[in-house]
């Protein structure tokens, strides 16, 4: 029997109902037979990073996010550009875990989905790769004129879309079992 890949994904937007979040769930959708995915798209709900807080005085939604990422397989974040950057919610987020090895050699899918997208995505691989995060260019997706390819019911409409979706899917569960048998060979 194989075990399910544990995901956990990242919703970057602050808006309900937003693109990226409808490209989350059709990657849970794509991904049903190999994949547990937990989306995570309250963002705004965690309290603001704070360093004056030591490890002891750490919130308890930032605790329980920690277990989470360290606790997932791999972490697929899909986020907006916002004033070319990543929205602050996503900031905060990768902001209490630089402390931490949550993210060190976790394999992780970025995707970009805005009307352009450029410098928010160059933003976040250098943000993923200071944390030491496993990002490959195969698991780093840019989707421009995402208004364009998503409908108002969060329906995919643009098949070249579905497509690197598709494929983006199968390298970044690629990575993560190549993770496991290097791990499972160590032993």
């Known amino acids: 029997m194989v075990t399910k890949i544990n995901i956990l994904g990242i919703c970057g937007s602050a ?17 049903k037979a190999e994949l547990i ?13 704070q360093t004056t807080l030591t490890e002891n005085n750490v919130p308890e939604k930032i605790i329980s996010l920690r277990k989470k990422i ?26 209490w875990c630089v402390s931490t090895t949550v993210f060190s050699e976790k394999p992780v899918g970025l995707i970009t989905a805005s009307a352009s997208g450029i410098k928010g995505h160059e933003e976040l691989k250098l943000i993923m790769e200071t944390i030491q995060a496993t ?30 979706l598709a494929l983006f899917l199968g390298a970044f569960i690629h990575s993560i079992e190549g993770k496991r048998n290097i791990e499972n060979k160590n032993f």
Do not use: R, W
Not at 15 to 31: C, F, I, R, T, W
């Open 15 to 31: 808006s309900p109902n937003s693109a990226n979040l409808s490209l989350l769930k059709y990657l849970v959708d794509l991904g």
């Open 37 to 49: 995915m937990e989306i995570l798209d309250n963002l705004t709900e965690l309290p603001h990073f």
């Open 70 to 95: 360290d606790k997932a397989d791999g972490v697929i974040i899909c986020s907006p550009e916002y004033v070319f950057s990543i929205p602050s919610g996503l900031k905060n987020v990768l902001e």
């Open 135 to 164: 990002c490959k260019e195969e698991t780093s997706l840019l989707i421009q004129g995402i208004k364009g390819k998503v409908n108002s019911a969060g329906e995919i409409t643009d098949q070249p879309t579905k497509n690197q």
